[in-house]
């Protein structure tokens, strides 16, 4: 699975911007697919996830102005940003969980797109 993001920038507080994420060489549904983001001198962590079984769940500092969604025709995740604060700086990774079965058991194999930041000035 190749994941290619774009939709990142430099924008002003309280501006919008919305993410993709294109995949290819498999289907995105109905696996597990998200975005990360990772600040300068942090680790990554979750921003929203859309699971397996369609369940949305977000951070607690992006909900209420951050969308994730998906376009299965489209195979692209997308992720909509809303009043985009300073703190939302930092670049965004788009994952998808691909499930496999194998083997006699399913697995899970991470992947992940390459990147794209996103810098909020105050």
């Known amino acids: 699975v190749q994941l290619q993001a774009s939709g990142g920038g430099l924008v002003s507080a309280g501006d919008s911007l919305r993410l993709s994420c294109a995949a290819s060489?498999?289907?995105?549904?109905?696996?597990?697919v998200g975005w990360y983001r990772q600040a300068p001198g942090k680790q990554r962590v979750l921003v929203a996830i859309i699971g397996s079984g369609g369940g949305i769940n977000y951070a607690d500092s992006v909900k209420g102005r951050f969308t994730i969604s998906r376009d299965n025709v489209k195979n692209t995740v997308y992720l909509q940003m809303n009043s985009l604060k300073p703190e939302d700086t930092a670049v965004y990774y788009c994952?998808?969980?691909?499930?496999?079965?194998?083997?006699?058991?399913?697995?899970?194999?991470?992947?992940w797109g390459q990147g794209t930041q996103v810098t909020v000035s105050s």
């Open positions: 994952n998808v969980k691909l499930v496999v079965y194998e083997g006699g058991r399913y697995v899970t194999t991470d992947y």
């Open positions: 060489g498999s289907a995105l549904s109905p696996n597990a």
